[in-house]
C-alpha cells in the first residue's frame, strides 16, 4: 500500500510510530473490494520512515533539491544549471520492497513555473541570487523598500555583513500584511546579557555532516522512543542501474542530534537495508541484511548501543509487530511463507505458506481470546482464497480454524479493531461481509437498489464503520455510508465524494477527520464538474460549504460570498511524515488547523495559499501566499512552518498566537536542501532535526534545533482563556455544548502535556440532525426521515412473537458519541409496538455461499431467510430432493445453516416449507451436484457414408446423470451443436477427411476429445482378431491402438501390394482386442467408372480374406512374441452401436451366435424338404474344411481348401484373370451395390 509524491529527489520514508500517529488521514490508502480493489484497511501508525535522496547526473554535475522550485534552485546556487534535468520528475523508490506499515512517498511540490521564495505579503517573483549574503540582503532590502524605513535596512545591512557563527538570531516579526521589523542579533552570551531584547524567542541550531556518506542517496532516520535522546540513522548508496544496494553505514546519536558516531564496529561489515523499531519498546531495534549478501538479522535491545547478529533462512519482505507484545513478530517472506518470532527474531517457526502480501494480522487485544492468535488470508486458486485463524507457534492444519463459511476474494481480508471485512463477488457481483466483535459474519446491507460495484473502508473509529462505496451509476467517484455499531446497515452520507488512484492503483479517497472534535470531517464533492469543500460538525448528517477569508495574506479583499464562491481545501494524505501534507490538525488544539487550499468557484491547484481556522472552521485566514509544510510544537502551543520548496532554504517561520503572527528565524548559515524535518512532538525536548544537503556534492547534513528559547516560562492559570465549539453560532454541537481551554494568543509559557483541553461540557435537547436516518429510510428536504420507496416500514422483526412486543424504527438512529438527550414526548426513538400473529412471508433458500452447484460428498450448507412472520413458533421443513427430509420447531433452530452431502450426482429439487397457525410459505432451488468429470471419449465411426447419417456417442468417466453439457464441433463450423445428452447423429456432406470435437463440460471444467473421421461414397471393412498373446500386452490406451493399427496395416499393404493410402485400421477399446479393416476406393482412378472401383474393392477384400485365413498377416510385438492377425468376419454395411458397454465387433458377434442358432434350429426342422442343404450336408463329411463365406445362400461362390492356397503373388494373379473372365465380380455384385446404412461404431 503506497501512496506517492515526488520531490526533485525521491524521498522513502520509515519513521518511528509515535512519530505519526495516523488514524484517520485525508485520502486515506483503504484499496479494494471488487474485482480489482477490494475491502483495504487504514495504514494506522507507521513504524520507521525511509528517505531517499537520487541524484541525477547531468553532464558530471548532480542536480539536487529540496522543498522549492527548480528554477530557483538555480538561481540560489551558481553550481546549479538552470538547463540541467529538471528533477521534479518521477524517479524510482529505490527499494525493491517496502517493510511492513512503513510510510513510502516521494514528494511531488510545485511544478517548475511556479513562483517560489515569496515571503508572507510579497506577490512579486525575486531575481537569482549568487550566494547566501546577497540571498539574505536581497530578502531584507525588498521588504525595506516596500514598507520599512531607511534605518531598518541599514541595520540589516551591517547585520547580514558582521560575522556569522554556528548559532545565529535574524528574527523578523510579520504581523498580517502591517510593516515588518526585523533585527539581526548574535547568540554570544555575552550578547544575550547585554542585549535589551534578550527576552524576544530565539532558536539555538546546530550542524552535523555525516562524513564519509556523500554519495549515499537513502537513508532511515529514527527516533527512539518518548524522551529519549537517541537517534539512529541508516544511509545507503543505492545503485539504480543495478537496482541494488552497494553500501552502507549505521550513525547513533546520543545527545538529541548534537553528535553522531559511525557503528561501523557494532555491525561490522554487513551490508544493511532495512531498519525496523518495536513499536511498544523503541529500544529494540532490528536491521535486516541486504539478502543479495546474506540473510540475517542484527538485534539491539539498548538503542543501537550493541548489536547481535542472526541468520535466518528466509528473504524478509516485510514484518509485522505484536501490538502489545514485545517480542513478537510476523515476517513475511519472498516466496509468499509467513513466518513468527517469540524472541525478537532470533528463532522462527513457519506459520503458513501461499500467505497474500499484506493479508495478516494478530490479535486485537480484548477480541481475540488468545494474544498470539494470527489472521491469515490464503490463495488457494486464482481469485480465490480462503481465511484462516490460528497460534502463531501452532498453526498445523489441525489446529486451524476456517471462520468464514466458503471462499473469498483474494486481497479482501481486512482485520481492523472490533471488525473483520471480507468479500465474495459472485456472477460479476461482489458481496461484502462483517463479523463485528468475532461473531459469525454477516452480510453489509446497502440501500436495496445502490448496487454497488467497489466498496473501501475508510475507518472504523468509534465503533462505527465509514465506507466509501462506487455505485452502479458512479464512474469516477463514489459515495459515503456510515454504519450502525455492527457494521451490517448502511445510510447515505454524502454522494460523489471526490476520489483519484495512487501510482500503485490504489483508491485515493477525498475525505478527512478533524482531530480534536468530535463529529468534524471534510471532504471534496464533484458538483455539476466542479470539486468543492464541505464541512460537517455532525458526523455526516449534514454538509455545508466553507466560507472564505474576508481578505487575503495582502489584507486585499476577496470578496468571495456563499454559496457562489468559498474555500477549498486539498485533502490529499502524504504518507511522508517528513512532511506535513496538504492539512493539519492535532487532538491537543482542538478547533486549529491549517490546510492547503483556494478561493473560488471550484478546488484548484493553480495559486494555492495556506488557511488556518481557529474556531472549528466557522472562519478562516489566509497565512501565506503560497505553499508550507505546518506543524504543531510544545503540545500544540506553538507552529512551525517551512517553505515546501525544492529549491535550497536557510529560514523557518514560528508562530505563538495561533498563525496570526509569524516570527522568521535562520536555521542554517547557508541554505539547505532539505529532506525532511524529525520531531517528536509529544516529548519535553523541544528539539526539532533538519536533515538534507548544502550541495549535490555534501554529506548529510543534520541540524539540530531547540526551541524551548521561544517561552519564557511555564503556562500558569491565567495565562489560559475559553472557547466555545459552535457552528455558525448554534452552540450544540454533536448534542453538547462544549467549551474549551486553550492559552492565550501570544504568550510565551510553555503548554503543560497533562491539561485539560475541555473546560465543561453540558448535553442538548434533541433534534433531528442528532440522528441519522435508519436503515431503509432518507433524508429528504424538509430534514425528516422518510421511508425509500423499496422499504416497507410496517414489517417486524422476525423474532417477535405473539404476546411480546419489540422496538419499532421510527425512521431514525442516533449518530454513534453523540450526547444529546431526548425530552419526555421521545419523538425519535424506536417505540416499543406489541407483536401481532403474522403468517410466514418471504421464505427464502440459497445455499451458503450462494452457488446452485456442488460436488458429490462435499457438504453443502442450506441458508433460509425468512422476512416476516412469527419466527419462534413457524416450523420448518427442508426437502434435499434425495428423499431425505429434515423438520425444525423454528426458524432459529436454522440460523448457521442446515448441512446436507449428496452421494450420487444430479440435479436435485430442494424445498424449504415454512408454517405456523397464520398461515404458510414455500421456496425451492435446484442444486447440481457433479463429480469432477476424468476422461471423455468419443466413440465415432473411422469411416463414414457421404450423406448417410452417422451416430456419435461420447463415453464420460465417471459416469454422469442429466449434470453435463456437451458441446459437437464439426470441422469448421463457428458454432457448436449444444445437447444435454452424449450422442448425437450427424449427416457428412463432404468427402474426405472430416473433423469432429466434443467437449463436455461439468459444473466450471470442460474436457474434450476429437476423431478424424473419413467420408467416402462407398468402401469395404473387415473384422480382425489377433493371437491372445496380445490381450496381455494391451495397456487399452489411443496412443497403443493407434501404434498396433499402423504396424497392421503395413503387413496388409505389403502382403497385397494394396497401397497404405487405401487402408484404414482402427482398434476398438477392451478385451479382447479386435480392430477393423476399412478398404477405401482409389483416389487416383478419377475417370474409373463407380461400378469398376466397387469390383476392384471387392477383390481387394477377397484378397485379405484369402491372406488373413492362411495366417499370412502377421508382426512381431516384442523379439519373442509374434501376434497373428486373423478375420472375424466380413460385415456388409458397419453398424453403429451407441451403448457404450458393447464395442461394435462384439454385438456383430453375438448376432452371428444367435443368426446361426435359428439356422441350425430351422435346419433341424425342415431339412428333409431342403435338398440342396441336406446335399451339402452330406458332402460336408467327405470333403476337407472349408472356410464358408458370408454371402446368403442365394449367392454361389466356390469354397477353398487350405490344401489349396497359393502364394500371395499367385493369387494375385489368378483372381486378375478371374476378373477379366467376369465370373468372379458377377458373385460379388450383389454385396457392394447395397446400400450401406451405416458404418461400424468406434
Known sequence: MGLWSFWSFPLLVLASAQLFQIKFEAEAEISSMGANDRIYRLEATPLDAHVTRK?????????????????????????????????????????????????????????????????????????????????????????????????????????????????????????????????????????????????????????????????????????????????????????????????????????????????????????????????????????????????????????????????????????????????????????????????????????????????????????????????????????????????????????????????????????????????????????????????????????????????????????????????????????????????????????????????????????????????????????????????????????????????????????????????????????????????????????????????????????????????????????????????????????????????????????????????RHSFSLAPLYVDGVLMEPESDNHIITFFGHFSHRSEWQLIKIDYKGLFSRRCMDGDYQTWHLHNKGEQCVMGEKQIYMKRRPGNRCMLAQDYSRIYSSEPCLCTAYDFECDYGWERQADGKCHPAFWFNPSSVAKSCSTNQSFLNSTGYRKVLSNNCKEGSRRVFSPRRQACRPRPPRGLRLSTSQGELHATVGSNVTFMIYLDDGESPRTSIQLDFGDGIKITYSNLSRTDDGIQHIYRATGIYRVAAFAENSQGSDSSMLFLHITSPVERVYLSAPIVAIQGKEANLTVVVWPSHSRTLTFFWWFDNSSEPIITLEGSVSHTFQRAGKNKVTVQVASGGAIVQDSRDITVKEFFRSLLLSFSPALDEHNPDIPEWREDVGRVVRTALSQVSGVPEEQLLVFLYPGLPTTAELFILPDENGHGEHKKDSEEALETISDIFVTALNQGLIQFELKADIRIIVYMTQQTLAPLVDSNSIHSGSAMLMLLTVVFVGLLAFFIYKFKRKIPWIHVQTEDSHEKEPEVISTVGPNDIMSKVKHSEFSSPKELMEKELEARSRGGFGRNMERIVTREFPNCTNV
Open 55 to 663: 541524484s541525477k547526473e547531468e553532464k558530471g554535475t548532480k542536480v539536487l533539491g529540496a522543498f522549492r522550485g527548480e528554477e530557483e534552485a538555480a538561481d540560489a546556487d551558481p553550481k546549479l544549471d538552470k538547463n540541467s534535468e529538471q528533477v521534479g520528475k518521477k524517479s524510482p523508490s529505490g527499494l525493491k520492497d517496502e517493510p511492513p506499515r512503513s510510510v513510502e512517498a516521494q514528494h511531488n511540490y510545485h511544478s517548475p513555473d511556479r513562483t517560489h521564495g515569496k515571503a508572507p505579503g510579497d506577490q512579486r517573483a525575486r531575481p537569482g541570487a549568487g550566494s547566501m549574503e546577497e540571498d539574505a540582503l536581497y530578502a531584507a532590502t525588498k521588504r525595506a523598500k516596500r514598507s520599512a524605513p531607511p534605518a531598518w535596512t541599514e541595520n540589516v545591512d551591517r547585520g547580514v555583513s558582521g560575522d556569522a557563527q554556528s548559532r545565529e538570531r535574524l528574527v523578523e516579526a510579520v504581523q498580517g500584511g502591517s510593516n515588518p521589523r526585523a533585527e539581526y542579533r548574535r547568540a554570544g552570551d555575552e550578547d544575550r546579557g547585554s542585549n535589551p531584547r534578550q527576552s524576544e524567542p530565539y532558536l539555538d541550531t546546530s550542524t552535523f555532516a555525516l562524513t564519509g556518506d556523500s554519495a549515499h542517496n537513502q537513508a532511515m532516520v529514527h527516533w527512539s522512543g518518548h524522551n529519549s535522546s537517541v537517534i539512529l540513522i541508516l544511509t545507503k548508496l543505492f545503485d539504480f542501474n543495478l537496482g541494488a544496494v552497494t553500501e552502507s553505514s549505521l550513525w547513533r546519536s546520543s545527545d538529541y542530534g548534537s553528535t553522531y558516531t559511525k557503528l561501523a564496529d557494532k555491525v561490522g561489515r554487513t551490508l544493511l537495508s532495512y531498519l525496523y523499531v518495536c513499536p511498544t519498546n523503541k529500544q529494540k531495534i532490528m536491521i535486516l541484511s541486504d539478502p543479495e549478501v546474506e540473510s540475517a538479522v542484527l538485534i539491539s535491545s539498548d538503542e543501537g548501543a550493541s548489536f547481535e547478529k542472526h541468520p535466518i533462512s528466509f528473504h524478509v519482505l516485510s514484518l509485522l509487530f505484536h501490538p502489545s507484545q514485545e517480542n513478537w513478530i510476523l515476517a513475511y517472506s519472498h516466496d509468499s511463507k509467513l513466518y513468527s518470532s517469540m524472541d525478537f527474531g532470533r528463532k522462527w517457526q513457519l506459520v503458513h505458506d501461499n500467505v497474500m502480501p499484506g493479508r495478516f494480522y494478530w490479535a486485537v487485544i480484548g477480541l481475540d481470546r488468545e494474544s498470539d492468535v494470527v489472521h491469515i488470508e490464503t490463495r488457494i486458486a486464482k481469485g480465490r482464497a480462503q481465511y484462516v485463524k490460528c497460534r502463531a507457534q501452532r498453526c498445523t492444519e489441525g489446529n486451524r480454524q476456517y471462520l468464514f463459511p466458503g471462499h473469498v476474494d483474494t486481497n479482501s481480508l481486512v482485520v481492523q479493531d472490533e471488525y473483520v471485512f471480507t468479500q465474495v463477488t459472485k456472477s460479476g457481483r461482489a458481496s461484502y461481509f462483517v463479523s463485528y466483535m468475532r461473531e459469525s459474519f454477516k452480510q453489509m446491507k446497502l440501500p436495496k437498489y445502490c448496487l454497488p460495484k467497489d466498496m473501501h473502508i475508510i475507518s472504523t473509529d468509534e465503533k462505527q464503520v465509514f465506507a466509501a462505496v462506487q455505485e452502479w451509476n458512479q464512474n469516477n467517484t463514489y459515495s459515503l455510508y456510515i454504519s450502525d455499531s455492527p457494521g451490517v446497515y448502511f445510510t447515505l452520507s454524502l454522494e460523489n465524494l471526490r476520489t483519484s488512484r495512487g501510482p500503485a492503483g490504489n483508491l485515493l479517497v477525498d475525505f478527512y477527520k478533524v482531530e480534536g472534535i468530535n463529529g468534524m470531517y471534510l471532504a471534496n464533492k464533484l458538483v455539476n464538474g466542479q470539486v468543492k469543500s464541505f464541512l460537517t460538525y455532525n458526523k455526516g448528517q449534514t454538509w455545508a460549504l466553507l466560507p472564505a477569508p474576508a481578505a487575503d495574506v495582502a489584507g486585499n479583499n476577496l470578496n468571495c460570498i456563499l454559496p457562489f464562491c468559498s474555500l477549498h481545501l486539498h485533502l490529499e494524505m502524504w504518507e511522508n511524515p517528513y512532511t506535513s501534507g496538504p492539512i493539519t490538525s492535532k487532538k491537543t488544539v482542538p478547533g486549529i488547523f491549517v490546510a492547503r487550499g483556494n478561493t473560488g468557484t471550484e478546488l484548484s491547484s493553480a495559486n494555492a495559499g495556506m488557511f488556518i481556522t481557529s474556531d472549528a472552521g466557522n472562519s478562516w485566514r489566509q497565512i501565506f501566499d503560497e505553499e508550507h509544510n505546518v506543524w504543531f510544537l510544545d503540545n500544540g502551543g506553538a507552529m512551525l512552518a517551512v517553505l515546501h520548496s525544492t529549491a535550497p532554504i536557510r529560514h523557518l517561520w514560528i508562530s505563538l498566537d495561533e498563525g496570526k503572527k509569524w516570527d
